[in-house]
Nanobody, 123 residues
Framework: QVRLVESGGGLVQAGGSLRLSCEASGRTLITYAMGWFRQAPGKEREFVAA????????SYQDFVKGRFTISRDIAENTVSLRMKSLKPDDTAVYSC????????????????WGQGTQVTVSS
């Protein structure tokens, strides 16, 4: 009954920017931590960023620090990932996830997952 739907992916040139959004169904996940993972073809899924239920605590993977910003709008049950200075290595399917705690989300043990949105960065 809980759904996460991502949007905002696309094709950009290296150095460009994109903003991804994830909308949760209803108001079920207001108290859940949320985050983003990504997976490139032939590669393992990897953690990107996470945010606490209140939005007061964030966590980032080292390779996106200073370039990506995660935020959430509790009233609208959405979480966003603003990405700048994109690199070809950022090309992947980006998936939204939600779980009981920030640690669970960052560790990949979240209960809920979206189907992902494609981000492609060209040289």
């Amino acid at each position: 009954q809980v759904r996460l739907v991502e949007s905002g992916g696309g094709l950009v040139q290296a150095g460009g920017s994109l903003r991804l959004s994830c909308e949760a169904s209803g108001r079920t996940l207001i108290t859940y931590a949320m985050g983003w993972f990504r997976q490139a073809p032939g590669k393992e899924r990897e953690f990107v960023a996470a945010i606490s239920w209140s939005g007061g605590i964030t966590s980032y993977q080292d390779f996106v620090k200073g370039r990506f910003t995660i935020s959430r709008d509790i009233a609208e049950n959405t979480v966003s990932l603003r990405m700048k200075s994109l690199k070809p290595d950022d090309t992947a399917v980006y998936s939204c996830t939600a779980g009981d705690t920030l640690a669970a989300v960052a560790g990949g043990s979240s209960e809920y997952w979206g189907q992902g949105t494609q981000v492609t960065v060209s040289s």
